[in-house]
């Protein structure tokens, strides 16, 4: 039992309609529903959900905060009212979302981060990521422990002075080498896809799909791309 966001996607309606329609759309997967002769069973399931983007809201296309299309749940899973500002919400037709933003932000900062460690790392022996000693351990438990694998690995001249460079190591983050290595482009695309996913999508022909991949982000930012400009695009938190 978990809460979860789903980005669900509905028919162009009336703004006030939205609700009944995200409504329609997930009631295939209420656990609590009547299940007839032949219906599909599902995996996936709740016993209750809500608007809320909670974290994940979409930005508004700069000059449309106010549209009256725009929806945004009035109040938090404790009652209390949220307070998004004029440029989130949590749906709305998606040529009013602005989902590239959020994806040219993350992509930036990918590559800054490939780019810093490369540039940063050529001044030091060639860096091996932490897989490399753990295979070491794992094919000779005994004459190389666990604890050696991970000394050998941290004592790396590039990881020790990494260490000492704060402000480029929150940039960088952990086992770069085993991140930060092989096709820029092919990383910075992969971090540009991670920026708009939930845990899931809900299409309009109703295909529930958990976005647990790099396939199926690719794939979630594809799907809102191709869908038709007044096409409802919403983030909803359920329990399942």
Not at 27 to 50: I, K, S
Not at 81 to 97: E, I, K, M, T
Not at 186 to 202: C, E, F, G, K, N
Request: proline content about 9%; charged content about 25%; aromatic content about 10%.
């Amino acid at each position: 039992m978990a809460k979860e966001r789903v980005t669900v996607c509905v028919p162009p309606c009336d703004p006030g309609d939205v609700a009944e329609a995200i409504g329609a759309a997930m009631a295939p997967f209420d656990y609590n529903r009547d299940v007839g002769v032949g219906d599909p069973d599902v995996e996936t399931w709740w016993d209750y959900w809500q608007i809320d983007g909670g974290g994940i809201e979409f930005p508004v296309v700069a000059g449309y905060e106010d549209d009256p299309r725009l929806i945004r749940g009035a109040k938090a899973l404790s009652g209390e009212p949220r307070d998004l500002p004029p440029s989130l919400c949590d749906g709305g037709p998606r040529a009013l979302l602005d989902l590239e933003t959020p994806r040219a932000r993350a992509a930036a900062r990918a590559r800054r981060t490939f780019e810093a460690w490369q540039e940063f790392s050529a001044a030091y022996p060639p860096t091996l990521p932490s897989s490399h000693f753990r295979a070491r351990h794992f094919a000779d438990p005994e004459g190389y422990p666990q604890a050696q694998a991970l000394e050998d690995y941290r004592t790396q001249p590039a990881i020790v002075a990494l260490g000492d460079n704060p402000e480029l190591r929150e940039l960088i983050g952990g086992d770069p080498a085993a991140r930060l290595s092989g096709d820029v482009e092919a990383y910075v695309r992969a971090a540009a896809d991670q920026a708009l996913p939930s845990h899931a999508l809900l299409t309009l022909d109703g295909r529930w799909l958990v976005v647990g991949n790099a396939e199926r982000r690719h794939y979630f930012n594809d799907y809102l791309d191709a869908l038709r400009a007044d096409t409802y695009v919403v983030r909803v938190l359920y329990h399942g």
